[in-house]
Structure formats: C-alpha cells, structure tokens
C-alpha cells in the first residue's frame, strides 16, 4: 500500500441557504480501506458521500482521486460504483442487464459482458437469477444486484448510501457480513455512510463521526468507542453517563459531593471546570469493597431488562447526585439476586472515567 | 373544544343509552348504498342498455338481430365515414402524443422558466368548446382567412381542418396524462445511470422513456377516442367530409332513424371501449413501477436543452393561445375581414337568434346545477364506496357503474338517452327536454373522472377514522360531515368547478336532449354556425371561454385565500 490516499478530501463545504450541511470537511482514505461515515440524521454524512461521487456539487474545497484533482468532474469521470438506499434498479431491466448496464457504457463485447455479468452475479451469491426483474426480487437480493451492479465495472472505489437500512434485522447481519467479505477479496476502497453505529463498528476499518456538518472523530471502531473525544462522540456510540464535575487536584475530581479518581486524563488544571463520563458496562460490583478507589454505595432505582443483561439506573446515597446508568449481565443480576430498591455497592474504575472540556 | 367537552360528558357517566333508533347505523349503510346503485342504474346503465336494445330492434321497436348492423356495414356512405373518422383520428394520435410528450417533457423535466404558464397556455382548450377550435380555423384559414394562402389551395373545410382543430382540442388532455407520467420519476435512477457513465441518449431510451411508456401508450388511446367521438369540430369545419359522430347525429336528429343512430352509436363505443381497459392496465402496472423509497428527480440546469423545449413549448402555447384567441378577437369586431372596426354587436344575440342571451343563461343555470347535484353525488357516493364496510357487492357494483361513463364518449350516452327517456313507456318520459334531463346526463356523462378525484382524496384520508369513531359510538354520518367533507374540501371544489365548467363546454351529449325552452349555449353555437353568423358563434364561445375561466379563477382564489385559512392544520 502507498502512503498516498487514495481519496483526499480538502475544506469541503456545502451550503443549502442559510444551513451548513458540510463545514469544511478534510478526509484522507487510504487504498483498500473500509471507511464508515457515521452519525445522526441530518449531520451530514450523504451529502459529503454525494459530493465524492460528483453527484451533489459543493460551494469549497476539492476532492483528489487517486492524485488526481476530481472537484469538478462529472460522476462517470470519478471511477466510482454507487449503491442507493432505494435500490435504484432499473425496474424495466432484467437482473443481467441491470448488473451489464454500465458495461455497455464502455462498450465490452456482448460475450465478455454476458461472462463479466454471470461472474458478477456468482460474487454476490446470486447466479442463475439473472432473467428475472427487479420486482420479483427480496430486499436483500435487489441489493446484492445493486452491488454486483456497482462492481460490475471495476470501480477503484465504492461508495454505499445506508445499504443496508430497510432491511430486516436476519438479512442486514448476514449482508453486512457478506459485504465485508467481499470487499476484503476484492480490496475495493470502500465508503459506507450509516446511522448505525453497530453496523459501523461491526464493518469498518475506520470510522468518521460526523455531527452536524463537521467531523467529530476519526479512527478504528475500538479507537472511537474507548477513546471518544468528545461527549458526542461517547454519546453517539455506545452509552455513556455523564457528570458535571471540577477538577480539584492531579488525577482527582469532583462532582458534586463526590470525589473521584481518574486515571490517564490530562491537560486539565486543577479548577477546571469538566464534563466526566463513564460507561454502563464498566460500573463493576462483583467484589468491591468500601475502601476501593471510587466505591459508591448507591440505590438501585429501577431496571430495564433487556434479554442478555439489564440497564440499571442506580441513584448515588449523596443527595442531588446524578443518577448512574448501569448494565448487569444477566449472570451478575442472578449471584447477586438484585432487585429494585436494594442499595449496593459500586466501583468506577479511574481508568474508565473520561474528562471532557465543558464547552464555553 | 366542543368534541372535548362531549367526550367528558361521556367519561363522566352522562354515558348515551344503548341507541334503541328504529334502524342501525349497518342498516343505514346499507339503504344508502342500495340507492346509490339505483341511481346509477338509472342514469348510467338503463340509457346505455336501451341503446344496445335499440341497435336490435326495427324503426317499429321489433327485434332484428344484427339485421342494422348489417345494413350499417352494407352502406358506402357510412362505412366511408368509419374509415373517415379512422383515418382522421390516427392522424391527429401520431401528431398529437409526440407534440403532447415533448411539451411535458419540458414542463415537468427541464429547468425552463414559466413553467406555470406554459401549462395553464396548454390547457386552454379545456376551456372551450371543441368547436371554438374550428370556428377560429375558418377564420385564420377559411374563404376569407388570412392565412389561407398557407393551404396551397386546399380547403380547410375536410379533413385537413378537422385535424388541425382536433390537435388542439385534444392537446390538453394528452398533456395531462404525459405530465403525470412524468413527474414521477426516482432521482436515483438517474444518478445510478450517471454514476455508471451512460450517454444522455441511452438514459433517455433506458429510463426515461420505459418510466413514461404507460403516460404514452395511455395518452394514445385516449386522443384517439377523443377525436373519434367528437362531434363539434366535423360538425363546424367537416364540409363534406363525413364522420361517425356527425353520422350518429344525422341518422337521429335529420332522419329520425333510431336504430341506425344507435348502430353508429355503438361502433363508437368500440374504440372507447378498447381505450378504457388499455387505460386501466396501464395505470395498475404503473403504480407498481415506482417503489415507496424512490427520491423525486430535481432536473437539472442543461442551457441548450433547456432553450430548445422553451423555443417548443413557446411555438405551440403561442399557437394554442393565437388560434382561441382569433376567434375571441373576431367577436369583437364589426365584420371579418372587410371592417375591423371594434364592437359588441356580435354579442347582441339577438340579431342573429330570437332566443338571444337566454341559452347563455340556460348553460349557466344547468352548469351550476351539474356542480352543485353533481359533486354532491359524486362526493357522497364515493364516500360510501370507500369508506364503508357494509354491502360488498353493492359497492362493488357501484364502483363499476361509476366507471362506466369514462369509457362512453358523450354523443353515446346523449343517444342512449335519447332512446331511454323518449321512449313512450318510461315513465321518466316527461323529462326529455327539460332542464333536468340536462343535468342528469351531463352529471353521468361526467361522472368518472369526478368520482376518481373524490376517490383518490378519500383513499388519502386515514382508514381508521371510520373505526375510532364507530369506537366512540359517533354514526358514519356524523363523521363524514364533521371530518371527511371539511378535510376534502379542496377536492369537493376540484369535482364541483370541473363539473362546472364541463357543463357549460359540452356539445356531443346535450345536442340530442335540450328542448324548445332549454337550449343551450353550446349548441346554440352550432345553429348560429349553421346559419352562417360565424361571429356571433365566435361571440357566443367566448361567453362559454371566459365564464370557464372565471370559475377556474375563482376556485384557485378560494382554494388560495379561503381555505388556506380553513384548512390551517395542513401546515406543521
């Protein structure tokens, strides 16, 4: 692999009127990689895919493909295949011709495109369908033609607008895989904007957070999740309880009547005013004594069970202290036979607790 | 706050006792849509049935079998006219669709600009009565047109002038259905086709024309029905050519030979026929063809494309406004062409018909009663169709009858109302010739299309209100007038002003029906077109034109002011 990107993206931005939907964007993704463009609705993750692909124009910046400058070229200059969220099958055309369309764009003789196309079709686990129309097709198989379609021409990128919404939970896992899969045999750099931060750990190389036209975070799937830089981020993915505190010394602070220890956060001066969060999972009971590091005693008062294990909502023994949102496994709820009401005690491990700046 | 306050009363106890009505809500239901098919029966099936049975039966009322049709099918002249009305009606479909496609090409897939005007210019003919098209014709291009040089020597009373008049009268209605073929389209496909590199000329080919074969295969039948059917432009500018539908008015109206006018009434239906289950088809494979996840297409800005349709589409509103606006113009002058001098006189009718104004005012009267009678029908009848539970096969039949009229050209169902109601042994048979006659068959003659609008807003409303008030123990009835009339009522007053204005332009049907006292505007056109004062015909369409637009005028201003402030809930 090179050290150049294969795509870069520079001071992008896109305006709707008075609305930024993209504020100068700066993206780099290597040949081969598997980048997941995740974020809430609205935050401007389709518009930045739509920019790449040529298919929406931006008001700044530029976009270099493969070292070359493709600000403003047209989409069939940018070497791209694009699936839809709406499929977008030609629903006049046949699986096969669907699949060959953009092969008769580049003019393949009739035999090689027809052994390209059954090629195609076996990729994606479809061969033997290819008289059929797109009507007659499952959600899951319209979009194994839409990819096998996207693929058909060799595109040096991918770029996937929410594949995989609109379908249910079964075939959205078992796609997400086969998808994966393929993309890795065939090393196509690859682009996939998604709200689903599951999908998004679950698939990606790396993953850019987005929020509200901006980047919030760039980075592995484990990099984000155990290293959110900001409250969103922690937010966003996975849950996270957040506290409003001080820091009142190296290593410590506190929030409300609460002292706590915190481990590996610096670069706040004592006085600092903080933002601490932690994780539902990694509230620990089994052991803990009185004396540990950042023990609380405090009041389970409710619990939501959900299947494997049950999200807890804790209310400190301090006054006016911030509920606690915790998750027990399943296994844990039974040793400890713990019900509403009870009062247990808890540890925050300092190595859990993440400090973030409180915005001005 | 009202409802609030009820449903309180009822929470507080105040509960109503079990209803103990000497009939239930089903029952009601039921009566009603009992009645409705009755009346559709009556108005719908009965006429056109007695036209069939009178195909069949000698001038005496004896039955003959296919004796007329053989007869029909035996006579030169007749089968001439078929060919006639074949040829002219084929010519006009081959012209019309493209001229129709490309208009709404540009309307509904360019970024050319007034676009609004451009379509309002093309549906101008739905204003008028066909024949103001021909009137205006043999001014531009007649014995004294300034045109007519542009002929070659050819007359424009024949084929030639029925065509040009046709084109422009069937225009609009082509238009209408390429538009809505159109303006459907997924925005994905188009980017996935430009995503894959495809030449302008292969989308076209590939998308765009497969997503709008349905607008034209539709569009194609129902011109060629439309100029089949037609009896006011042949009858103004036909000359010696003859027609079916000027046939069908000779046999009956000249020669008082029903069976003959009901044969030719007949092989009229054919085509229509034909065109109504192509239409049918068409529209349920079409739905199918647009998945609920598809992105509407913003067109984009393409300079040369866009400059060509605007050239288009500005030849051809410019014709369709020069050609009606010639015959306007021509009623407000002294005498064409020799004296150009301004005036009203063409609009003193009396000088040229004793009956004067009075049919202006016989049109206007049966229209608004056509709107007023009719939407309520229309409206009520589709309600009980859609919305209620009882009766399947009532409404089902309903439904059926409702649909009938789409596929009946007018001049048939005037005919089959000829032979139902001036039939001796009907008791209805002191209806012929009166006002009433006029607005029943206008109001079946219409029917359809109204009652596809009323079902369309209907099928928009949530199903579930039925079933929350049947919950509340509130009648169908209640809701119907406290919910779904108030919700509809931009529908009801579309229903209402396309009755309207189709009551004041009609021709073909009313032509047969209208008695001494109850002539109508329209045809009094065509009898001072017979009688050679062309300018007062002219004058006369005018009146029909601008009161058309008028109540078009006024329903959008209502729809704008009035009930932008009652229906205020639509905005979020």
Same mark, same amino acid.
């Given at each position: ?360 | ?26 029952? %009601? !239901?039921? #009566?009603?849509?009992?009645?409705? &098919? @009755?009346? $559709?029966?009556?108005? =719908?099936?009965? +006429? /056109? *049935? ?28 007749? %089968? !001439?006219? #078929?060919?006639?009305?074949?040829? &002219? @009606?084929? $010519?006009?479909?081959? =012209?019309?669709? +493209? /001229? *129709? ?472």
């Amino acid at each position: 692999m090179s050290t150049a990107p294969f795509l870069r993206v520079a001071g992008l931005t896109r305006r709707f009127g008075a609305f930024t939907a993209l504020d100068g964007i700066d993206l780099e993704v290597q040949r081969g990689e598997f980048v997941c463009f995740l974020g809430p609705s609205g935050c401007g993750k389709t518009t930045l895919l739509r920019a790449i692909a040529g298919l929406d124009r931006h008001d700044e910046g530029a976009i270099w493909m493969a070292g070359r400058d493709v600000s403003r070229a047209p989409p069939a200059e940018r070497d791209f295949g694009i699936v839809f969220q709406s499929y977008a099958l030609f629903p006049n055309l046949t699986v096969s011709q669907n699949v060959g369309y953009g092969l008769v764009n580049l003019r393949m003789r009739r035999a090689a495109r027809e052994s390209r196309v059954r090629e195609l079709l076996a990729l994606v686990g479809m061969p033997e369908q290819g008289t059929k129309y797109p009507v007659k097709l499952s959600g899951g198989q319209q979009k194994r033609v839409a990819l096998a379609r996207a693929l058909a021409t060799s595109p040096s990128l991918l770029l996937l607008d929410e594949p995989l919404s609109a379908l249910d939970a079964k075939v959205r896992v078992r796609l997400r895989e086969e998808i994966r899969d393929l993309q890795r045999r065939l090393g196509v750099t690859t682009i996939m904007v998604t709200h689903d931060q599951e999908e998004a750990l679950a698939m990606a190389d790396r993953i850019v957070v987005m929020n509200r036209g901006a980047i919030e975070q760039v980075g592995t799937p484990s990099d984000i999740y155990q290293r959110p830089v900001t409250p969103f981020v922690a937010d966003f993915i996975g849950a996270m309880t957040f506290l409003d505190g001080v820091v009142t010394g190296p290593q410590r602070v506190q929030a409300g009547s609460i002292v706590l220890d915190c481990a590996g956060e610096r670069g706040f001066l004592p006085g600092a005013r903080v933002k601490l969060g932690f994780r539902p999972e990694e509230i620990r009971v089994r052991g803990v004594q009185a004396q540990d590091a950042n023990a609380l005693s405090v009041r389970i008062d409710g619990l939501e069970f959900l299947g494997a294990y049950c999200r807890a909502r804790l209310a400190p023994d301090h006054a006016g202290a911030t509920p606690i949102t915790a998750d027990f496994s399943a296994n844990l709820m039974r040793d400890l036979g713990m019900a509403p009401g009870q009062t247990i005690l808890v540890a925050l491990p300092p190595e859990s607790i993440r400090l973030f700046p409180v915005e001005a | 706050m009202a409802e609030a306050v009820a449903g309180g009363a009822i929470l507080t106890g105040a509960a109503p006792h079990p209803r103990r009505m000497s009939l239930s809500e089903a029952a %009601v !239901a039921r #009566l009603l849509i009992l009645l409705l &098919v @009755a009346l $559709l029966l009556g108005i =719908i099936a009965l +006429p /056109l *049935a007695s036209l069939l049975s009178k195909s069949v039966e000698d001038g005496s009322g004896a039955f003959v079998g296919l004796r007329n049709f053989a007869t029909y099918f035996s006579t030169p002249t007749l %089968v !001439a006219s #078929l060919f006639n009305s074949v040829a &002219v @009606a084929a $010519l006009a479909t081959a =012209i019309v669709v +493209p /001229l *129709a496609f490309t208009y709404a090409y540009a309307l509904t897939r360019s970024r050319m600009r007034l676009k609004g005007l451009f379509y309002a210019a093309a549906l101008l003919p739905v204003f008028a009565p066909s024949l103001l098209a021909a009137i205006s014709l043999t001014y531009i291009f007649g014995n004294q047109g300034f045109l007519r040089g542009a002929l070659f020597g050819n007359s424009i009373y024949g084929p030639i002038g029925i065509v040009i008049a046709e084109i422009l009268y069937a225009l609009p209605h082509a238009l209408v259905i390429n538009v809505a073929a159109l303006a459907l389209a997924d925005g994905r496909l188009y980017e996935a086709a430009e995503a894959l590199g495809t030449r302008p000329a292969r989308v076209f080919r590939t998308v765009t024309l497969p997503g709008a074969r349905y607008g034209l295969i539709s569009s194609a039948f129902v011109v060629f029905t439309l100029v089949v059917t037609d009896f006011g432009i042949p009858k103004v500018i036909g000359g010696q050519f003859n027609v079916l539908a000027t046939d069908a008015y000779k046999q009956v109206v000249g020669q008082q030979n029903f069976p003959m006018g009901a044969v030719v009434g007949i092989v009229l239906l054919a085509p229509a026929i034909l065109a109504f289950l192509v239409e049918r088809t068409v529209q349920r494979r079409q739905v199918a063809l647009l998945s609920a996840r598809a992105v509407p297409l913003e067109p984009k800005r393409r300079p040369l494309a866009d400059s060509l349709l605007t050239v288009f589409c500005g030849l051809v509103a410019g014709t369709v406004i020069g050609t009606y606006g010639v015959a306007v113009w021509a009623s407000f002058i002294t005498y064409w062409p020799y004296n150009l001098t301004p005036t009203l006189a063409n609009y003193d009718f009396e000088r040229f018909e004793p009956s004067g104004w009075d049919p202006y005012w016989t049109s206007l009267k049966m229209a608004a009663l056509t709107a007023l009678l009719g939407t309520g029908l229309v409206f009520t009848g589709a309600y009980l169709i859609e919305k209620t539970k009882q009766f399947g096969a009532g409404r089902f039949f309903a439904q059926f009858l409702a649909m009938l009229p789409m596929a009946v050209p007018g001049l048939v169902i005037g005919l089959g109302y000829v032979f139902f109601f001036n039939a001796p042994s009907n008791p209805l048979n002191w209806l012929y010739g009166t006002l009433a006659i006029l607005v029943i068959n206008s109001v079946a003659h219409f029917y359809t299309v109204a009652h596809m609008t009323a079902t369309t807003a209907l099928k928009n409303l949530d199903g579930e209100f039925e079933a929350v008030s049947a919950s509340l123990k509130i009648p169908f009835w209640v809701t119907f007038a406290r919910v779904t009339v108030p919700i509809s009522m931009p529908a009801i007053l579309d229903i209402a002003v396309y009755l309207f204005v189709n009551g004041m332009t009609t021709v073909s049907a009313v032509i047969f029906l209208y008695g001494a006292e109850t002539k109508l505007a329209s045809v009094a056109i065509v009898h001072m077109d017979e009688a050679g004062t062309t300018s007062a015909a002219a004058a006369m369409a005018s009146a029909i034109v601008l009161t058309a637009i008028g109540a078009k005028l006024a329903q959008l201003g209502l729809s704008r002011f009035v009930f932008a402030r009652l229906q205020r809930w639509r905005v979020r």
